[in-house]
Every structure is written in C-alpha cells, then in structure tokens.
C-alpha cells in the first residue's frame, strides 16, 4: 500500500542528497585531475614531475635506470 509521504532512513536519504545538491550549486567544478609520472633522476635526485602518464612509461624509466623512486600521483590541473 503506496504512502503519501516518506519516513525513517528512506526520508533521511532523501534529504541527505537534497542538501548535498544545494551545497554543490554553491561550489566551484573540482579542477581536472590527471595522472602524473614523479620519480628522482641524477640531474635532480629529489623528487620531480617526469611527465604525463601515457606519454612517459614508469616502468621504462625505472627498468632503464633513468629513473628510480618513480610513482604515479594524480595532479588536479588548472585549465
């Protein structure tokens, strides 16, 4: 038998998602986010972006020895 209204968790979600969409109104887009290769070379042994995943392979810089303390972080990107 169909109800006219909402009760219990069904109406707490309900209204849970009605508030998060009047807050994301508000809120700036997140920026884009992008997977970027970091690791450390002989010219700069600390940490530093190497290049877009993609177009650099992490693998290939460490298992040539280009490279080493390569990961693979996701870097938000003003467009």
């Known amino acids: 038998m169909p109800r006219g209204y909402m009760e ?6 309900a ?12 809120e ?5 986010v992008y997977p970027a290769v970091y690791g450390c070379t ?8 190497l290049g877009w ?6 693998d290939e810089l460490f298992a040539g020895g280009a490279a080493w303390g390569v990961t693979v972080r ?3 990107v003003d467009e």
């Open 8 to 13: 219990g968790p069904a109406a707490e979600e």
């Open 28 to 32: 700036p887009p997140a920026p884009d």
């Open 53 to 58: 995943l993609g177009r650099v392979d992490p």
């Open 15 to 26: 209204e849970r998602r009605a508030e998060e969409a009047a807050r994301g109104k508000d």
């Open 74 to 76: 996701r870097v938000a």
């Open 42 to 49: 002989e010219d700069d042994p600390e940490p530093h972006f």
